[in-house]
């Protein structure tokens, strides 16, 4: 397994990290944690697909990022002068999921005995704002159109890498929710991909036949 999260790490504190986490598995469905949790823990995934939940206004979960293998979450329980907060979403297992959790005490522990573990929270929390600055350079800069091509992009490389077709069993409010639109905008853009031949609507599923066609539009 590539960790993103540990490549600041030597061979020896990344081999010491994993040995210290503790393996969990997930059934489809089954929420790893939730909004307003207790922040106590990073979640390497090592198997499986979640998506990042918040509550709207109205009551509704809207879906801010799909994680991978090799992602992770939960880096901010880590920081020590902040351990009173909160979850600030939910996490929602996909398809059956096995993540390794590392607990802040661990973390504070493998510290304590070598501070080039310090590295490894700078490298979460940096890598978390590169992501949320792109997006938010998206969200401002980039119409909804070419989000979505974008989007589809990185679920492709997500759920079938140099694969084609490629299978992406979300639904187009899930999309909606990862660009940033209303529903039947997205449903208009992903009708005129259909006629096109680049992807095939199915219900709960966007079917990629031609992600060449779509690193075009997304200018990948």
């Known amino acids: 397994?590539?960790?993103?999260?540990?490549?600041?790490?030597?061979?020896?504190?990344?081999?010491?990290?994993?040995?210290?986490?503790?393996?969990?598995?997930?059934?489809r469905g089954e929420v790893l944690v939730h909004d307003g949790d207790p922040a106590d823990s990073l979640h390497l995934i090592v198997e499986g697909r979640v998506a990042v939940q918040v509550s709207t206004p109205s009551g509704e979960q809207a879906t801010l990022n799909i994680l991978s293998?090799?992602?992770?979450?939960?880096?901010?329980?880590?920081?020590?002068?902040?351990?009173e907060r909160?979850?600030?979403?939910?996490?929602?297992?996909?398809?059956?999921?096995?993540?390794?959790?590392?607990?802040?005490?661990?973390?504070?522990?493998?510290?304590?005995?070598?501070?080039?573990?310090?590295?490894?929270?700078?490298s979460a929390l940096a890598g978390r704002i590169e992501q949320l600055s792109a997006r938010l350079l998206d969200a401002l800069y980039t119409g909804l159109d070419r989000r979505l091509y974008r989007c589809l992009v990185e679920l492709a490389n997500v759920y079938g890498p140099g694969e084609d077709p490629?299978?992406?069993?979300?639904?187009?409010?899930?999309?909606?929710?990862?660009?940033?639109?209303?529903?039947?905008?997205?449903?208009?853009?992903?009708?005129?991909?259909?006629?096109?031949?680049i992807v095939e609507l199915q219900r709960g599923r966007?079917?990629?036949?031609d992600a060449s066609a779509l690193r075009r539009k997304a200018g990948r």
């Open 86 to 122: 909160r979850r600030t979403a939910s996490v929602v297992a996909l398809e059956p999921v096995t993540t390794l959790v590392v607990s802040a005490a661990t973390f504070d522990a493998l510290c304590a005995r070598d501070p080039t573990f310090d590295q490894l929270l700078i």
């Open 166 to 197: 490629v299978i992406i069993p979300l639904t187009q409010q899930h999309l909606a929710d990862l660009v940033g639109g209303a529903r039947p905008t997205v449903n208009q853009v992903l009708r005129k991909l259909n006629e096109q031949e």
């Open 69 to 83: 293998p090799g992602d992770y979450f939960g880096e901010l329980s880590l920081v020590r002068q902040d351990r």
């Open 206 to 209: 966007v079917i990629v036949y």
């Open 1 to 27: 397994m590539e960790w993103r999260l540990l490549a600041s790490l030597a061979e020896r504190e990344r081999r010491e990290i994993l040995a210290a986490a503790r393996r969990r598995s997930f059934d």
